[in-house]
């Protein structure tokens, strides 16, 4: 079973109040859902008319986006930093969720917002699916934890170019532009050594 259990400390992590100081930093909480969508941690309604959509302020709070140092991880695994304020952050998944593939000169996935705010290189080999929950990953920046999750409708568009082993629920290759890739699954390995609050919370083994 991978659901995650809250311990006492963690419990306790989860009681805040939005900007409170401690040791003379300013926090404020937020949450990322499997779209990518970004929203305040408290807030009731969690949707898209409720997300932040901002450029600036995405693409300024989501590229500081790192594991967290502090005692709080285990409920509060990622922050974003400005200055002398700390941003909790805690996730569906993972921080990076990839939101399109375009072309600009190559492939890119973007992320941020469903325009692709910003951008990582596609590599074909990289793509992986968790053979527990069916999502699927691609690499991400190391500085954001090395793996993204990619979301669910563009993941259903890729998978028509997955190729399957007989009898296998995880696609060995990919075809893309013509050209066979096999899938090295080794972000697999990484996936796993991140914070995983909410991947499993749906799934049983």
Known sequence: MFRHKLSHTARRCLSYQQGQYVNNQRQYFYFIDHQGMLFLDDARIKNFTSCF?????????????????????????????????????????????????????????????????????????????????????????????????????LAIELSSNFIFERGSNSPVAIEWDGITYALSHHILELLDSLPALGRYKDYDQ
């Open 53 to 153: 959509k901002e450029e600036k302020f995405l693409k300024f709070f989501l590229s500081r986006i790192r594991l967290n140092r502090f005692d709080n991880s285990d409920v509060w695994p990622y922050t974003s930093r400005c200055g002398d304020e700390t941003n909790f952050i805690r996730c569906d998944d993972l921080p990076v969720v990839y939101q399109t593939l375009f072309h600009d000169g190559s492939w890119q996935l973007g992320w941020g917002n469903e325009k692709g705010l910003m951008s990582t290189p596609f590599k074909p080999p990289d793509i992986a699916m968790c053979p527990v929950t069916g999502r699927v990953y691609h690499s991400a920046p190391d500085l954001h934890g090395g793996v993204g999750l990619i979301k669910s409708k």
